[in-house]
């Protein structure tokens, strides 16, 4: 069976066979508990984290002390604090697991170190970014524009198997609101 | 004199001399008088932007018709609705010349070729988009946790030319308030 990570890298360009075990050497496998953090605000810790199986969220402590989820990834999403990666800058957000989750770990110097080795996968993760970017900038306008009722039938709408499997809490915080009124918004549905 | 988006790119990677015409060859230079759009919503037109002198703004129609500003570009910045770029999609977004604005237009087409013919550019795209992911993290994170006024502060710190330059319509609107509102903010300073 053809590892998750390759099979993601194939549906954008093509890897040797002979690449493969060379490619993967350069990732760790970590298994984090649910609750479990793999970055905490304030840390210098430069990864990026690949899904194999389970959920993971992105979020901050805001003002009044609460946790505010900005993003999750699934199965075959990437997921870091972007800017510190890149960056000399510590991290301004957590990462958390939201289950049991199995991820693939990838360091900035082990990223910077793949992509010299093999410069065709420059390709796969411009357009991973490219994505996030285009991604970021639609939630961005959704912030500006939209009720969060309606942010909610959204994502309802185009991810419905995701609504389906974060826990209700962690939802709402991601929406923007209460546990209580998502109760009613999906009561009114 | 080197061309500018060539500095800027020789600032990621080493571009050989004898490529530098030919690289260009792949952009249309577009020159826009203030407040013309290069893009309007629902449009199919996929392409990329560098600016070259001059400034651009992203922005969007909300539900009362107003415009919303979400992002402004100014000299070697690139700008796109980059969902739409990377996809079939039509633009949700508009872009518009803030001022009288020279640019590098890039096709999707172009950009595909371009990379096709000199690989090493996968790299200089690769970190531009990571970081403009990594900065709409952190814009997200702001646009959850910080209340206006203070998001006005952070970018005044951050970009003071940039606060300077920008009409301050323009800046009430991205800062999600009105202008009345921002002067009030200003003179409190």
Not at 21 to 33: M, P, Q, R
Request: proline share 4%.
């Amino acid at each position: 069976m053809t590892h998750p990570l390759i099979k993601h890298i194939c549906r954008y360009v093509t890897v040797p066979d002979k690449d493969i075990a060379a490619i993967l050497s350069f990732f760790d496998t970590v298994n984090v508990a649910k609750k479990q953090n793999l970055l905490e605000e304030g840390q210098y810790s430069k990864t990026t984290y690949f899904v194999i199986s389970g959920c993971l969220r992105l979020f901050f402590i805001n003002e009044k002390g609460g946790e505010q989820t900005t993003q999750f990834a699934l199965e075959d999403w990437w997921m870091s604090d972007f800017l510190a990666f890149g960056s000399h800058k510590p991290a301004v957000f957590y990462i958390q697991a939201v289950e049991k989750t199995q991820a693939l770990a990838l360091s900035f110097e082990a990223h910077e170190a793949l992509l010299e080795q093999f410069p065709y996968l420059e390709k796969y993760f411009r357009l991973m970014y490219q994505k996030g970017y285009g991604a970021s900038q639609q939630r961005i306008k959704y912030l500006y524009g939209m009720s969060r009722e309606e942010l909610y039938h959204m994502f309802a709408t185009l991810y419905p198997a995701f609504v389906q499997r974060i826990p209700q809490y962690l939802l709402a915080s991601f929406l923007g609101f209460t546990p209580e009124y998502l109760s009613e918004i999906r009561r009114k549905k």
